[in-house]
């Protein structure tokens, strides 16, 4: 082989291996600052797909990245179940109205036959979930814990709830799923024990980290109806259930303390409407309490008003505004919740009730 085809067979292999070692430097994970942690489970947030947390007989919380038009989201489903009380035979002598209450004993009608099977209600929740998930994703990508526990025995399982752990937490990432069961927690931090399935590991995992899904019907859900803020907005559409509609300006938007609505098209002098300034204010704070479940929706909805938002460089949110009947309950919509939302009665009833007025 000549000098020159060896030189150039050299530096040819000095290529492809820098070329590897690129390609290896811009595909592997980000360097995570552990802080004196150890890494439970390693990989990106983009790549996690879903969550789940499940509590034997209790209740399960089910996270899921979803991806419409309006972008990508956090879909939660959370399923509680209830013990049903057994019902204590009565003395079939004695009708059930003359019973005497001291007959029936509160802690034997509680535990009931040992031998009966348990029986459970089930109850479904599904909503979006908020800044919370986002917060999830990120705690879980990667994971860190406290500690890894080098030696572990039958007695040690036992001491830290880890022989028959009741609580499990599935994370899928990238079509893999590993499965963590819970133990007990360390008294006087709640910090909890967690064994990877897979491997037989365990860690002392940070109860903040499990927080937001243990107490997920609470900590989870989003109840915003958009995801900009007011300054954001530059001009809103309102229109009553009949159609009628009128167009808003904000006028220095940037500034809180002196931004305020006029009419559209108004002269630039023209001064703040005290009452639609008052109206779009309580508008605008508007918030969600709870989901109603897509499979079950109230019945008899009827549009009260709608509320076109524009904002520089996206297209209008609509906001849908209904009331379950004369007497019911307000719901809210938006391209951003992904489904109705229940609104706070008495706060709605006087925005619907001012509409009409607001667009005369």
Known sequence: MSNHVRSVAVYGSLLVALMGASWLEWTSEPEVE??????????????????????????????????????????????????????????????????????????????????????????????????????????????????????????????????????????????????????????????????????????????????????????????????????????????DGSGVSADFQQRNASDEAKAFWVAAGAAENAEKDTQLDTWMDKALKMRGTRYADPADLPDGLEVVFTLSIETSGRDPLLLTVEKDGEEGDFWASTPYTRGRVKLLRTATEALAGDVSTILE
């Open 34 to 239: 552990l802080d004196g942690q150890v890494v439970l489970l390693q990989g990106a947030e983009d790549g996690l797909e879903k969550i789940v947390w499940h509590t034997k007989d209790k209740d399960k919380a089910v996270v899921e990245r979803r991806t419409d038009a309006y972008g990508s989201y956090l879909w939660v489903t959370y399923t509680k179940w209830t013990e049903d009380q057994p019902i204590t035979p009565m003395d079939p002598d004695v009708p059930a109205d003359d019973a005497p209450a001291e007959e029936v004993d509160e802690g034997e009608a509680a535990e009931g036959d040992p031998d009966t099977p348990k029986t459970y209600t089930e109850e479904t929740q599904v909503f979006k979930a908020g800044e919370a998930g986002a917060e999830l994703l990120a705690s879980l990508s990667p994971m860190l814990a406290i500690r890894k526990l080098e030696t572990v025995d039958e007695a040690k399982l036992e001491t830290i709830g880890l022989t028959d752990p009741q609580d499990s937490l599935e994370i899928t990432r990238k079509g893999r799923t590993t499965v963590l069961e819970l133990g007990g927690e360390v008294y006087g931090t709640r910090d909890r024990y967690v064994r990877e399935k897979g491997s037989g590991a365990i860690f002392l995992v940070d109860d903040e980290v499990l927080r937001p899904l243990k107490y997920a019907r609470t900590r989870l859900p989003d109840r915003e109806l958009w995801d900009f803020e007011r300054k954001d907005i530059t001009q809103v559409s309102l229109a």
